[in-house]
């Protein structure tokens, strides 16, 4: 009842990627009945990529490494915790922020084993200024509609809607959620 805990052990040592960081880790049951594991290995201070290894014995062994984020397209992608997700159709979903200041989703409707980048949108205000919108998540809704939010420092959280699974979105913009 968590009152007493195994040792730790080292599942994704960051020796594996040559890096000093694997960090930010989601977790999900594949189709395939393997664990997936999503993570972000930080590998310079600008560079990072978002990975997926797989186990199929419970979490004891990890294989299969594969990046999600399109290598012709490098820089600081990060990945909350928790956040991978998983359609109605199947499709899974990455909703990432960059450093420069970009919101978008990696997708793969193939159990993970290859993935695309949506639509990238940059957050701009009412005035055209650009700002920072960072740890998105996603939800799909009863109708089928992927709902996007994000935190920023406009004082709530910016929404945005999707009728393509995740591809392409719509309506980017304040939400009547309240933010820090």
């Not at 990945?79 to 997700?85: F, H, I, M, T």
């Not at 998983?86 to 793969?108: D, E, Q």
């Not at 055209?128 to 959280?157: H, M, N």
Request: glycine share 10%; proline share 6%.
């Amino acid at each position: 009842e968590g009152e007493t805990w195994s040792a730790p052990w080292s599942t994704l040592p960051a020796s594996l990627y040559g890096v000093r960081n694997v960090m930010s880790v989601s977790l999900m049951r594949m189709q395939s009945g393997e664990i997936g594991l999503f993570y972000i290995v930080k590998a310079a201070p600008e560079r990072s990529r978002i990975m997926l290894s797989l186990s199929g014995d419970e979490g004891q062994t990890w294989t299969r490494h594969i990046e999600c984020t399109a290598p012709e397209r490098p820089g600081y992608y990060v990945l909350n915790n928790s956040r991978a997700e998983r359609t109605g159709k199947g499709r899974i979903l990455l909703p990432l922020w960059n450093a420069a200041g970009t919101i978008s989703c990696v997708y793969s409707d193939d159990d993970g084993k290859s993935w695309r980048q949506s639509e990238v949108y940059k957050p701009k205000d009412a005035d055209g200024k650009s700002f920072t919108c960072q740890e998105p998540g996603v939800i799909e809704l009863k109708d089928g509609r992927i709902y996007l939010y994000a935190r920023t420092d406009r004082g709530c959280q910016w929404q945005a809607f999707s009728r393509d699974g995740g591809e392409t979105w719509e309506d980017f913009g304040p939400s009547p959620i309240d933010g820090p």
